[in-house]
């Protein structure tokens, strides 16, 4: 009211135009407009939230968040751009992951999709992330195919273990630790299953060890001891066992509940970590030699990134230490890819996704929770991690997951390396 009393007065001496042009700056002077926000580069999660039984996706979740918090707090992306998760829930189901894929790739500057644990989604959606040119971000799924296609130029990139890798670490296990030459297997009848038979095959011919029988099952199978027993009877002095928490959990179940000179040793693969696993196979866990194949573990780490990331987990999640992770290989993965695509989208210098992808090719080196990568993608390599990762835990009834040393190594030469990396 003030500022149009005084041109009321004024308007004879200066002109009406005049005064309200006066007015106008001294509105603006008191009140200038607001700078808009920068909008945010967003970043996919599709996962299986909605399994009732994982924890996969929750770890991925939690190391995504972790570093994108680093990643924010530190100026964010493309010139001050804030990072954002898009979070969707595939439930395990391949055809509900493709849905998703979809929806998401429709999303202006969304520059990637990071999946969940299960390599059976990965595999179905892979036509359509090339089709759509959307970056198909791995920190879990280790069936081969994910990254070996002949899809070019290639839009998935991983950086968790490879079924290669874990067949030769895990059959070495079982003939160095128990003397076993004669292996029974179980494989569930997916892409992730016949992934694992011909990674375990191309081992044990390499070992010297036989595969006295292939037992393939379905999800949703109630029990597994029959096939148990005939691998028994066939002469398997122990077991391979490729399986996520639900029937994985059967068998432990069902072994631990035999006389102990029926139990053999069990060497599982790694998606029994991926969720409830202990709690669904009860305190008869504890009775079996059960191990399990891992790329990393929080356990025993006094790195400058593992304790910041445990920091973090502490304060963001309530997970009091390293024993305490849940999925550790899910929340560490995703916490290191998570920022190479941050680096990568620095460099292309836009959210273009094929300019993105082109740049997580041409990464320089990087140091990392997991380790330090000298290159982590070439255009002829989309796996970020080696088999130099690859090693062997122990599983407890009370529900962690302890490294065990290395094959060849002693526990001073395993710790020395640890702390070399």
Known sequence: MRILDLCSRRAWRFGLAACLMMAGGSLGAADPPATPAPAPVLVGLDAEFGHRTSTSAQAVQQGLEIAIAEINQAGGVLGGRPLELVIRDNRSLPARGEDNLRELAAIPDLVAVFGGKFSTVYMEVLPTAHQLGILL??????ADGITEHDYRPSYSFRLSLKDSWAAPVMLRHALERYQARQLGVFLPNTAWGRSNQAA?????????????????????DKSLLDDYQALRAAGAQAIVLVAN???????????????PAERLPIVSHWGVTG???????????????????Q??????????????????????????????????????????????????????????????????????????????????????????????????ARMTA????????????TPAADQARDQAE
Request: hydrophobic letters at 45%.
């Open 137 to 142: 971000m791995d920190p879990w799924g280790s």
């Open 200 to 220: 375990i095959s191309r081992a044990a011919a390499a070992n010297g060890q036989t595969l006295v029988g292939e037992k393939w099952y379905n999800w949703g």
């Open 245 to 259: 928490e639900a029937e994985g959990s059967i068998l432990a179940r069902e072994v631990a509940a035999l006389p």
């Open 275 to 293: 969720g409830k696993f202990a709690q669904l196979a009860g305190p008869g866990l504890d009775e079996l030699d059960f191990a399990v194949v």
């Open 295 to 392: 790329t990393y573990s929080f356990v025993g780490r006094d790195d400058p990134a593992a304790r910041r990331v445990l920091t973090a987990l502490r304060k963001r999640y309530g997970i009091p230490g390293a024993e305490a992770v849940k999925s550790p290989v899910g929340v560490a993965h995703a916490y290191d890819l998570m920022h190479l695509l941050a680096q990568a989208t620095d460099w292309a210098g836009s959210t273009d996704r094929a300019a993105v992808r082109a740049a997580l090719e041409n990464l320089g080196p990087y140091d990392g929770l997991v380790r330090h990568y000298d290159q982590p993608f070439t255009a002829e390599r989309h796996d970020a991690l080696s088999p130099a990762e690859v090693f062997m």
């Open 398 to 409: 009370d529900d962690r997951i302890l490294p065990l040393p290395r094959a060849g190594a």
